[in-house]
């Protein structure tokens, strides 16, 4: 964890679509939280994604992507 916070400090870790196993991007993460602004299911939103309604729920709850702010964003 050390080393992480480190990274992140040093501007070296990658965040998003930099990611290596990174399902979304950053367009698709603001589309995915406005869909679910108008009230689409996380498992609506992931079916016309194509990927799990838990990486959705993350993305829109602010637990991934926090980078790209918006609504569901932690600051």
Do not use: E, M
């Not at 939280?33 to 016309?48: D, H, M, N, S, Y």
Request: some cysteine.
């Amino acid at each position: 964890r050390t080393n992480n916070r480190d990274r992140a400090a040093f501007g070296t870790l990658p965040k998003g679509a930099d990611c290596y196993n990174a399902k979304l991007t950053d367009d698709l993460v603001r589309a995915a939280r406005a869909a679910r602004a108008r009230g689409l299911t996380f498992k609506q939103i992931a079916a016309v994604l194509g990927v799990s309604w838990t990486t959705v729920q993350r993305a829109c709850n602010g637990g991934t992507w926090n980078h790209v702010g918006g609504p569901g964003a932690n600051p």
